[in-house]
C-alpha cells in the first residue's frame, strides 16, 4: 500500500479523518521506522504510573523480591497495565491511538506491556520473532519515558531507516524448540552485521519524561549499558497490533510449529479500546 493510500484510507469508524499530527506521525512510523511524540503524559501521569509499579511491588512482596537484581532494581514488570488505570490511561492517549489506526489502517488494541525500572541493556534487535502478523509488520512498540533519559542510565538506541534491511526470510520449519534461543542469537547477529555494513549510525534516545517514542516492529533497537552503576530508566512499553489480526510468537517465526489460526480473546479496556485477555502481570528476567 502506498503513502497516499494509507493517509485516504485510514478514516475512524465514525467516517471522521485523523488528525493531521497522527497522519504525520504514522507516515514517518512508515519511513523512519519510528516516531518521537513529545509530551504525551503529564509529569504526574507519570508518577502515577510509577506509583502503581511501588504498590503492585508491595502488593507481591514475595514474587517481587525474586526479581530484585544485582543493581538492587526489579528486573521487567510484564502487562502491568491489566491491574493499573493509570498505565491503560497512557496507551489510550488518543494521539497514540488515532496514530497507530492510521499506521495499521485498523483499530489497534492493546496485546502486552513491560514495565522497566532500568536498561534493559539488551542487544540491538527486532521484536519481530516475538511478535508479528501475517501480512507481516502489523504491529508497533510503544514506549513511555516515566523520567528524563540521563545519557549514563542505558538509553534506548536505534537505527532510523533499518526496519526496511530486508534479513533472509524466516525459516519455513524445522527449528527445535530448544533451539529458538540459538535461532533468535543468529538472527538479531544478522540484523547488526547488516546494520554495520551499511554504516547507519545508532540514535540514542535521549527523550524527557512524558515523552512517547513508537517504533515499527522491524526497526533495530536495544537498551544501552547502564554506565552510572544504579542509575534508574522507568519506562513502560505497550506493544499493540490491529483489532483484526492474529499475532505470533517465536515458535511460528523460527518454524518450530506452524502458522495456525489462533483464538485472540480481547477484553474491553478504556476509552472504546479493548486489550487481549491475559491472566495477571508477572514478573520476568531483563533478557
Ligand atoms: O527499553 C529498553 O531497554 C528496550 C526495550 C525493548 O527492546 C522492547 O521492549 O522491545
Ligand atoms: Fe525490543
Redesign the pocket.
Known amino acids: 500500500m502506498g503513502l497516499l493510500d494509507f493517509i485516504w484510507g485510514s478514516r475512524g469508524k465514525d467516517g471522521k479523518p485523523p488528525p493531521h499530527t497522527a497522519v504525520s506521525a504514522a507516515a514517518n512510523l512508515h519511513e523512519q521506522g519510528f516516531v518521537h511524540l513529545p509530551g504525551v503524559l503529564t509529569a504526574q501521569e507519570c508518577d502515577r504510573i510509577c506509583e502503581a509499579f511501588n504498590d503492585y511491588v508491595d502488593q507481591h512482596r514475595e514474587e517481587a523480591d525474586r526479581f530484585v537484581m544485582q543493581t538492587g532494581r526489579h528486573s ?1 514488570l510484564t502487562n502491568m497495565h491489566l491491574v493499573s488505570e493509570e498505565a491503560q490511561l497512557a496507551i489510550s492517549k488518543p494521539l497514540v491511538m488515532d496514530t497507530l489506526d492510521v499506521f495499521f489502517s485498523d483499530r489497534a488494541f492493546v496485546a502486552t506491556s ?1 514495565f ?1 525500572e532500568q ?4 542487544a540491538i ?1 527486532r ?1 519481530t520473532p ?1 511478535f508479528h502478523t501475517r501480512p507481516n509488520n502489523m504491529f508497533a ?1 510503544i ?1 513511555f519515558a516515566l523520567e528524563d533519559v540521563h545519557a549514563d542510565a ?3 538506541q536505534y537505527f532510523p531507516g533499518g526496519h526496511k534491511i530486508e534479513i533472509e526470510p524466516i525459516q519455513a520449519a524445522g527449528t527445535a524448540p530448544s533451539e529458538l534461543g540459538d535461532a533468535f542469537n543468529r538472527y538479531i547477529g544478522r540484523v547488526a552485521e547488516e546494520v554495520n555494513r551499511r554504516g547507519i549510525p545508532p540514535h540514542i534516545a535521549l527523550i524527557k519524561k512524558g515523552d512517547c517514542f513508537i ?1 515499527h516492529p522491524e526497526l533495530p ?4 549499558p547502564i554506565r552510572s552503576p544504579g542509575m534508574t ?1 522507568k ?1 513502560m ?1 505497550f ?1 499493540c497490533a490491529p483489532e483484526q489480526e492474529t499475532m505470533y510468537g517465536i515458535e511460528e517465526y523460527f518454524g518450530a510449529v506452524p502458522f495456525a489460526p489462533k483464538e485472540i480473546r480481547k477484553v474491553p479496556m478504556m476509552a472504546g479500546r479493548s486489550m487481549l485477555q491475559l491472566e495477571r502481570p508477572m514478573f520476568a528476567p ?1 533478557n
Not at 536498561?119 to 539488551?122: F, V
Not at 533497537?221 to 544501552?224: D, I, K, L
Open positions: 521487567r513491560l522497566f536498561s534493559s541493556e539488551q534487535h521484536d516475538f512498540g514506549w542505558g538509553p534506548l517504533w533497537h536495544g537498551g544501552t530508566r519506562s512499553v506493544h531483563n
